[in-house]
């Protein structure tokens, strides 16, 4: 390789002056992935990245397309009512005067794609993306290139309840440590050897730990807190955002769409690498002092992305510009639960299912009762099997 992402902070000891910069550099980003001889569009999800995008863009192009997928809420609880974002979507379309269309999934729609998602997609991925592949089959009705907002989280430290599980460390070992247990989002360790156990023997070296603090290249950096959130900026660009970037690129492509992506611009990105922490997260002082029993008290949060919303107040409504962060979900959890359950059911308590080549049948099946019983929320792993499992029915 020839380039990688570099978090080292630079002396700026003027905000203002930072803040400019950026406005300058974002905007010349999106006018750059303007150059076009066929319609553009843009997703707009109701949330700053999307939104910032579209802000600028609508300035540069008269009657500019917007799309948004929402969901079908009926069955969902909890956190999930909020998934759906149209609301917002629809407001920011009229402040920018957009052309605007929506798509609303319902359970049945996961299960109708997934054989022609698990195809173009061609390998497994863990992420629950099949609303991505809606979203490009909506914009390539109407675009051939189509904005996206990828990058802006990894970038400003827009997931600020991650970074916060391991901003004081003893050394780069316990760093790894704490982060890595966050990320250990499909299983805890405990159950990975059962689970393997039919292959046992291929993979009885391979150990995840190892894996994950590998990615990292600099270990020498890293006595402040502020060092350790750019290792972790920089662990999500090697890792979360790169899978964003193949399913995004996957899933258009196979709508003969064009996905741009403005705020991975090579001069904003050599720009914001630099940005200080203290510029990108509101109360990491505060954060630095709470107990460690405690962080996880801190999963809905404004504190990230402070720089952006700052450069973006001229243009983006301040009840969208100091939103929560939301990501883009579905209620998985719920419909797993509910209306797709006899098709969870079928896939995978199937004894002829090919998934069982690799994992052991029982283990499956308790973990899959805990989810179906309300016990644990196991929706990233299901979608893991189901997707798996039909990547098996078409490669294997």
């Known amino acids: 390789k020839f380039w990688d992402f570099s978090f080292k902070e630079e002396n700026f000891k003027d905000e203002r002056e930072c803040i400019e910069e950026l406005d300058r550099l974002f905007n010349q980003a999106v006018k750059r992935q303007l150059v076009a001889d066929v319609p553009i569009g843009s997703?707009?999800?109701g949330g700053l990245d999307s939104g910032s995008i579209v802000a600028i863009a609508a300035k540069n192009i008269p009657w500019l397309n917007t799309f948004t997928v929402g969901f079908d809420l009926n069955s969902a609880?909890?956190?999930?009512l909020g998934?759906?974002?149209r609301s917002k979507s629809e407001y920011m379309s009229y402040k920018f005067k957009t052309e605007h269309y929506e798509m609303v999934l319902k359970s049945g729609d996961m299960e109708r794609c997934l054989k022609d998602f698990a195809y173009h997609l061609e390998e497994p991925r863990v992420g629950?993306?099949?609303p991505n592949y809606y979203a490009a089959k909506l914009a390539s009705k109407f675009s051939k290139v189509?904005?996206?907002?990828?990058?802006?989280d990894e970038l400003f430290a827009g997931y600020p309840w991650r970074y916060y599980r391991a901003v004081n460390n003893i050394n780069f070992d316990d760093y790894v440590d704490k982060y890595y247990g966050f990320w250990k989002r499909l299983l805890p360790n405990k159950d990975l050897k059962e689970l393997f156990f039919p292959i046992a023997k291929d993979v009885e070296n391979v150990w995840t730990r190892d894996i994950f603090a590998n990615i990292f290249i600099d270990k020498k950096t890293g006595q402040t807190p502020e060092e350790y959130i750019n290792?972790?900026?920089?662990?999500e660009a090697k890792t979360f955002l790169h899978g964003l970037l193949v399913v995004e690129d996957k899933l258009s492509m196979a709508h003969s769409l064009e996905t741009r992506v403005p705020f991975l611009d090579n001069d904003l990105v050599d720009f914001v690498q630099k940005i200080p922490v203290r510029f990108k997260l509101r109360n990491l002082?505060?954060?630095v002092n709470v107990d460690e029993n405690s962080i996880g008290k801190l999963q809905k949060t404004n504190d990230g992305k402070m720089i952006l919303r700052k450069a973006m107040k001229k243009y983006i409504p301040s009840?969208?510009?100091?939103a929560i962060k939301q990501g883009f979900s579905s209620p998985d959890e719920s419909w797993f639960r509910g209306d797709s359950m006899e098709f969870v059911r079928t896939k995978l308590l199937n004894k002829n299912a090919r998934i069982y080549n690799y994992f052991d049948k029982k283990t499956v099946e308790r973990l899959l009762k805990e989810h179906l019983n309300g016990k644990q929320n196991r929706r990233l792993f299901i979608w893991s099997l189901l997707n798996f499992e039909e990547w098996n029915n078409i490669y294997v």
């Open 285 to 287: 002082k505060n954060v």
């Open 231 to 235: 290792h972790s900026l920089y662990f």
């Open 146 to 152: 189509v904005l996206g907002g990828a990058g802006g």
């Open 83 to 85: 998934f759906d974002e």
């Open 319 to 322: 009840e969208i510009n100091n």
């Open 77 to 80: 609880n909890g956190i999930e």
């Open 128 to 130: 629950q993306s099949y």
């Open 43 to 45: 997703y707009l999800s």
